[in-house]
């Protein structure tokens, strides 16, 4: 476990976006110190009795907020509406919930999987293809438009290049997410991906098609066009719109954005 979150090791998507996360050698290894503590049973850091050293809590705490996304997620306001996730998010309560539910055992992984019936297992599945699907790549093309994991989306962007293994770990993950979010929360989140996804496809189709004009194509593209020269205003517009009347489905799905 250690050694594949290492610098030199080859990195999986989990690993390198925690690495770019906390780029710390000394932060890592806290950080995986922690988890085994946790998985193992014993008492997290801002847990222990012994206060003969300086309480380690807030630095625990942080490099958990740091390696899950969560502090950008509380802090980057990149649409100008106010952050994902609320100020007050209680990150030793979420940690609490996620050690109860089962998310940090070790010794017996396959425990979710083994104890869940076939509609848990079935429901899990979908939800699995639904994070590493639709939902990564809405991230995806977020991040793409607003800037590197933005609001830590790269925790789902990551979703998107999973293996086949990688999936099954997160069917796991999905049955100890459930416990915690509960099914209303994934029905919101499935029909918000179901409403906003074509659009998303669409906008990643655009940039892709039209690679020249990547950094023109952002939420703020109105702006960034006035910039431009006139002429090569004109001709970025004269772009988009060839490619949008040779490309039919993109320009119905955009048809209702804004940008």
């Known amino acids: 476990m250690v050694a594949a979150i290492q610098p030199e ?18 932060d890592i290894m806290n950080l995986l110190w922690t988890f085994l503590i946790i ?23 942080g490099l958990m907020a740091a390696a899950v996304g969560a502090d950008r997620a509380m802090s980057d306001d990149p649409l100008g509406e106010g952050p994902w ?21 070790f010794e017996d992984m396959a425990g979710e999987i083994r104890e869940a019936s076939n509609q848990e297992l ?14 990564a790549q809405i991230c995806s093309v977020l991040e793409d438009l607003l800037g ?10 990551m979703l998107e290049d999973a293996t086949t293994l990688d999936r099954a770990s997160l069917i796991r993950s999905m049955l100890i997410l459930r416990k915690l979010a509960g099914d209303t929360a994934f029905v919101a989140m499935g029909k918000l991906v179901e409403e906003v996804g074509p659009r998303y496809a669409a906008i990643a189709e655009l940039r892709a098609g039209l690679p020249e004009h990547q950094e023109l194509l952002r939420f703020d593209f109105a702006d960034r ?6 002429s090569d205003a004109d001709r970025a517009r004269e772009d988009v719109t060839l490619y949008l009347q040779a490309h039919p489905q993109v320009a119905a799905a955009l048809s209702d954005d804004e940008n």
Request: aromatic letters at 6%.
């Open 39 to 61: 998985g193992q049973g014993g008492q997290a850091p801002w847990e222990q009795e012994d206060r003969s050293l300086p309480d380690p809590a807030p630095k625990a705490l």
């Open 225 to 230: 066009l006035a910039a431009l020269p006139p």
């Open 122 to 135: 079935e429901q899990a599945r979908k939800d699995a293809l639904l994070f590493c699907g639709p939902l």
């Open 85 to 105: 996730v609320p100020h007050d998010f209680d990150m030793r309560r979420f940690v609490e919930e996620l050690r109860d539910a089962g998310g940090f055992e």
């Open 148 to 157: 590197d994991d933005v609001g830590g989306l790269g925790s789902l962007r």
């Open 9 to 26: 090791a080859k990195s999986s998507p989990t690993s390198s976006v925690i690495r770019r996360r906390l780029n710390n050698p000394a």
